[in-house]
T-cell receptor, first 110, second 117 residues
Framework: DAKTTQPNSMESNEEEPVHLPCNHSTISGTDYIHWYRQLPSQGPEYVIHGLTSNVNNRMASLAIAEDRKSSTLILHRATLRDAAVYYCILRGGGADGLTFGKGTHLIIQP | GAGVSQSPRYKVAKRGQDVALRCDPISGHVSLFWYQQALGQGPEFLTYFQNEAQLDKSGLPSDRFFAERPEGSVSTLKIQRTQQEDSAVYLC???????????????FGPGTRLTVL
């Protein structure tokens, strides 16, 4: 799977929007962009995924650049429960394992 | 519905002991994955099953690690002659196994924390 680059950490205030960036300049045409998050002492949790178009679900929104070389996970109104490590992962056509990087440690201030 | 469950949640083993970690995937999920997560790191892929077939075991760190899924449902990860470097959280995930693999999403269990003394 192609490599992704994320900031090591980000900090935001409760009830404010959070924009988590991810660069994936070597993405291929068939790679999906997935986001997972891992809360403390829990297994990773699926957040959202997309291919080309922006996506919305109850947890978050995913904005994908037109050239697909970057994407942004948007939490519209952060809560303390959103404090977690967020992983941006590219998935090709094969149904194989996920390649997690170091992710972004999101800190939410009350 | 029920998610992925793993047991035990915590396991302490003496160096040299064998351990067996169990994973119950979501009912009907074709694919099952095992990951190892060291402290402060992201999960690392170990092995993958499609039904009972182990299609990829490239991430298993040594021949002391063995995984099986004999009936295509429950899976067991076995570690023989445990060593201190095996201490980690072992995560199991399952997915529908969509033919468009890139769109397939994985659902993770809570993990088993293994401590080898």
């Amino acid at each position: 799977d192609a490599k992704t680059t994320q900031p090591n950490s980000m900090e935001s205030n409760e009830e404010e929007p959070v924009h988590l960036p991810c660069n994936h300049s070597t993405i291929s045409g068939t790679d999906y962009i997935h986001w997972y998050r891992q809360l403390p002492s829990q297994g990773p949790e699926y957040v959202i995924h997309g291919l080309t178009s922006n996506v919305n679900n109850r947890m978050a929104s995913l904005a994908i650049a037109e050239d697909r070389k970057s994407s942004t996970l948007i939490l519209h109104r952060a809560t303390l429960r959103d404090a977690a490590v967020y992983y941006c992962i590219l998935r090709g056509g094969g149904a194989d394992g996920l390649t997690f990087g170091k992710g972004t440690h999101l800190i939410i201030q009350p | 519905g029920a998610g992925v469950s793993q047991s035990p949640r915590y396991k302490v083993a003496k160096r040299g002991q064998d351990v067996a970690l169990r994973c119950d995937p979501i009912s009907g999920h074709v694919s099952l994955f095992w990951y190892q997560q060291a402290l402060g790191q992201g999960p690392e892929f170990l092995t993958y099953f499609q039904n009972e077939a182990q299609l990829d075991k490239s991430g298993l760190p040594s021949d002391r690690f063995f995984a099986e899924r004999p009936e295509g449902s429950v899976s067991t990860l076995k570690i023989q002659r445990t060593q201190q470097e095996d201490s980690a959280v072992y995560l199991c995930a399952s997915s529908l196994g969509l033919t468009s693999g890139g769109a397939d999403t994985q659902y993770f269990g809570p993990g088993t924390r293994l401590t080898v003394l």
